[in-house]
């Protein structure tokens, strides 16, 4: 049955019956480093998808977006800038980017993660004007990074805009907690991700859409009517998105054969 009839015949429009709940925020950095020590790993899968969860919070952390040989971009969100990154079919840099992204349950009385990770990022405009960058060895030491230490810094930044500065000031002790221990789960993986030259660019944020509550097999409060992927706040990459609609489809012809 075409949405619209189904919408009309439950009556939808005037009496809305699905329940909502309150979506995580997805709060991180995106890490720059050269190509090179990502290549055995992105020219055999393009986008690795690591999950870590950190020895100190028992966080779930993962790795989003790696691009290969890209470069590292600003994003405007409601007149805030973050991070992001992308690369190019035709053109290459020497470094390879991805993101380090913590996802946080609030939980109640506080109603407002979309809220929160705009004022995270606002705290690095406002110490940077814009975006800022620093590299994981002066993290490490308790110092901001500068012109000159990311001028002689081994990797160089793709993105020229972006403040060598100070990302301790920015993120919350939990969140660089969570990153920092990754990093080095990381570097057993994929050596070298973990050296003082990699740099590490704030604040990287991910909202999701309103998300609604749903069964296992993703139906909705109303009998047959399923939602999967992002549009129904459940998911937050191709991937994910992709099963969530294969579950879907599972669950359908298995209640038509
Ligand atoms: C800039 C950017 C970079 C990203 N990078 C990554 C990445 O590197 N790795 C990763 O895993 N994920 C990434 N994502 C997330 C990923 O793209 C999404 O998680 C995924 O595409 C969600 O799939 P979906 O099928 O749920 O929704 P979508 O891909 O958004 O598909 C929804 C479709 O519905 C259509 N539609 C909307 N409204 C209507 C309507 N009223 N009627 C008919 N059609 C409608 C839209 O046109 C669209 O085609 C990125 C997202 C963005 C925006």
């Known amino acids: 049955m075409p949405l619209k009839y189904f919408i009309k015949r439950h009556n939808l429009y005037s009496t809305p019956k699905l329940s909502t709940a309150i979506n995580p925020v997805d709060i991180g950095v995106r890490v720059e480093v050269p190509a ?33 040989y890209g470069e590292v971009v600003m994003e405007n969100i409601d007149g805030i800038w973050t991070v992001n990154g992308h690369s190019y079919a035709n053109q290459r840099t020497e470094n390879t980017n991805f993101a380090i992204l913590c996802s946080t349950y609030f939980t109640e009385p506080f109603k407002e993660p979309v809220l929160y ?5 606002k705290l690095a405009n406002f110490l940077g004007n ?14 901001r990074s500068n012109e000159k230490r990311i001028a002689k810094n081994l990797v160089q930044p793709t993105l020229k805009s972006a403040t060598p500065g100070d990302l301790s000031f920015v993120l919350p002790y939990r969140y660089l907690v969570n990153i920092l221990e990754m990093l080095e789960a990381l570097d057993q993986v994929i050596p070298g991700i973990a050296s003082p030259y990699t740099l590490l660019y704030g604040v990287e944020v991910k909202f999701y859409s309103l998300r609604i509550n749903l069964s296992p ?15 129904a706040g459940i998911t937050r990459g191709l991937i994910q998105a992709s099963v969530s609609g294969v579950v879907v489809a599972r669950e359908i012809l298995r209640r038509f054969s």
Not at 50 to 55: I, L
């Open 130 to 143: 814009g975006v800022l960058v620093q590299r994981l060895g002066d993290i490490k030491r308790g110092r």
């Open 36 to 68: 090179a020590i990502m290549e055995d790993l992105t020219s055999k899968v393009y986008e690795p998808k690591f999950v870590y969860f950190s020895k100190t919070f028992d966080d779930k952390v993962r790795t989003f977006c790696v691009n290969p």
């Open 217 to 231: 097999v993703l139906e909705t409060e109303i009998r047959n009517l399923f939602a999967a992927g992002d549009g």
């Open 117 to 121: 990770g705009k004022n995270i990022s």
